[in-house]
């Protein structure tokens, strides 16, 4: 058995291997390579394609509402560092968004080419590559033979099988807007996916309005919803990945009805009042 220590290099390897490939702002990913193609033909690895076409799907499934080619607009939008702001300018968004269409994307699997019709488009894979990767690393240790683990990437928490004592493992559900150790809810699970998507994970306000990451596809700003976080509950992160975002944007009616169309996935949406309402299956601790 490999020692504990080269597993956890071996992950951290992935990790980076993934940025490179995935990053938007790293110079010579695929995904900048095909921002910067100038609406050429890009090659890219199979796995970006997956990838695409997994972003591609939630992209339909939401009516474009969860879009992938959002980066011309959330790259004029600072939510990170120790000063995020400000607000960007009206026009800049507006000229940005005449570009965000997942319709632009055009993927050749056989020709493992990336083309995007509107050289002014911009992806940005931000809202999904974190699950894709946490699967990875999952799949990985599973072919090593690790029993029990616990892959946390920051909002999303991928278990591998159940705990060593073999009972299930238990996971919070975060408090919107406390501290990181409070939880408004548990969860006891095993073996799966839980991915939270929220406004209280990275936000800044300006003149007394608070503006938070997940950006809306339709107006180039935070999206107007109901909610304040979402969970996911589903076998692969990818897809809770996707599906958090979607249903954040979506709102707690539309959401709610979404998630309990897909099999083997559950959900507990967060309102702004701070009340849980958990979808059909949810496994409520």
């Given at each position: 058995?490999k020692?504990?220590?080269?597993?956890?290099?071996?992950?951290?390897?992935?990790?980076?291997?993934?940025?490179?490939?995935?990053?938007?702002?790293?110079?010579?990913?695929?995904?900048?390579?095909?921002?910067?193609?100038?609406?050429?033909?890009?090659?890219?690895?199979?796995?970006?394609?997956?990838?695409?076409?997994?972003?591609?799907?939630?992209?339909?499934?939401?009516?474009?509402?969860?879009?992938?080619?959002?980066?011309?607009?959330?790259?004029?939008?600072?939510?990170?560092?120790?000063?995020?702001?400000?607000?960007?300018?009206?026009?800049?968004?507006?000229?940005?968004?005449?570009?965000?269409?997942?319709?632009n994307?055009?993927?050749?699997?056989?020709?493992?080419?990336?083309?995007?019709?509107?050289?002014?488009?911009?992806?940005?894979?931000?809202?999904?590559?974190?699950?894709?990767?946490?699967?990875?690393?999952?799949?990985?240790?599973?072919?090593?033979?690790?029993?029990?683990?616990?892959?946390?990437?920051?909002?999303?928490?991928?278990?591998?099988?159940?705990?060593?004592?073999?009972?299930?493992?238990?996971?919070?559900?975060?408090?919107?807007?406390?501290?990181?150790?409070?939880?408004?809810?548990?969860?006891?699970a095993?073996?799966?996916?839980?991915?939270?998507?929220?406004?209280?994970?990275?936000?800044?306000?300006q003149?007394?309005?608070?503006?938070?990451?997940?950006?809306?596809?339709?107006?180039?700003?935070?999206?107007?919803?109901?909610l304040?976080?979402v969970?996911?509950?589903?076998?692969?992160?990818?897809?809770?990945?996707?599906?958090?975002?979607?249903c954040?944007?979506?709102?707690?009616?539309?959401?709610?009805?979404?998630?309990?169309?897909?099999?083997?996935?559950?959900?507990?949406?967060?309102?702004?009042?701070?009340?849980?309402?958990?979808?059909?299956?949810f496994?409520?601790?």
């Open positions: 058995d020692s504990d220590e080269t597993l956890l290099d071996s992950c951290m390897k992935m990790c980076s291997h993934y940025d490179n490939l995935l990053s938007t702002t790293k110079e010579n990913s695929d995904i900048w390579n095909i921002n910067h193609a100038g609406g050429k033909p890009v090659k890219v690895d199979p796995e970006t394609i997956l990838l695409l076409q997994k972003a591609l799907f939630y992209a339909d499934l939401t009516n474009g509402r969860f879009d992938p080619t959002i980066g011309g607009v959330s790259s004029l939008w600072n939510f990170s560092g120790n000063t995020p702001g400000p607000v960007p300018d009206k026009k800049k968004i507006a000229e940005a968004l005449e570009h965000v269409s997942y319709k994307i055009l993927l050749d699997s056989s020709a493992g080419t990336v083309t995007l019709s509107d050289p002014l488009t911009r992806l940005d894979l931000g809202a999904i590559a974190k699950g894709y990767i946490a699967d990875q690393l999952k799949k990985y240790l599973k072919k090593e033979g690790v029993a029990s683990a616990i892959i946390n990437l920051g909002g999303n928490v991928l278990l591998v099988g159940n705990k060593p004592d073999g009972s299930d493992f238990t996971v919070g559900i975060q408090k919107p807007f406390a501290d990181n150790s409070t939880y408004i809810a548990a969860v006891s095993s073996d799966c996916s839980l991915v939270s998507s929220g406004s209280y994970e990275r936000y800044f306000e003149d007394g309005k608070m503006y938070f990451h997940i950006l809306d596809s339709a107006t180039g700003y935070p999206v107007d919803t109901d304040v976080g969970t996911i509950l589903s076998d692969q992160s990818v897809d809770g990945d996707g599906l958090s975002t979607a954040f944007i979506l709102g707690l009616d539309k959401g709610m009805k979404l998630i309990e169309s897909i099999p083997g996935t559950e959900a507990a949406f967060i309102t702004k009042d701070e009340h849980l309402h958990y979808s059909s299956g496994p409520q601790k």
